[in-house]
């Protein structure tokens, strides 16, 4: 069982930076991949990235390569999405999951483990 908190969401003008945090429970994080998706109001929920068990590898939605960037310290059992220059159109609930069976990443289902989440407002 793992346990994912996300924090470091808020409020911020269109063009700024936040770093989303999440914290996992347990000794096996660098047994997991990792993603972040989001879900605006109305909208059906998006993948937007994800990173491999060790951090060699990531992925990306189009819609946010380029500006937001995945990471991971095992160490420290944490997950960060750093994302810059953001648009109204990022505003949304950010959720953080766990992966620990390989495979595919850009799915919801993928995945066996989801936090609460966080949000973020980008105004204009």
């Known amino acids: 069982q793992v346990q994912l908190r996300e924090s470091g969401g808020g409020l911020v003008q269109a063009g700024g930076s936040l770093r989303l945090a999440c914290a996992a429970s347990?000794?096996?994080?660098?047994?997991?991949?990792m993603g972040w998706f989001r879900q605006a109001p109305g909208k059906e929920r998006e993948f937007v990235a994800a990173?491999?068990?060790?951090?060699?590898?990531?992925d990306y939605a189009d819609s946010v390569k380029d500006r937001f960037t995945v990471s991971r310290d095992n160490a420290k059992n944490t997950v960060y999405l750093q994302m810059n220059s953001l648009k109204p159109e990022d505003t949304a609930v950010y959720y953080c999951?766990?992966?620990?069976?390989?495979?595919?990443?850009?799915?919801?289902?993928?995945?066996?483990?989801w936090g609460q989440g966080t949000q973020v407002t980008v105004s204009s």
């Open positions: 999951l766990a992966n620990p069976r390989g495979g595919g990443l850009r799915y919801w289902g993928d995945y066996t483990y």
């Open positions: 347990g000794r096996t994080f660098s047994s997991y991949a």
């Open positions: 990173i491999s068990r060790i951090g060699s590898g990531s």
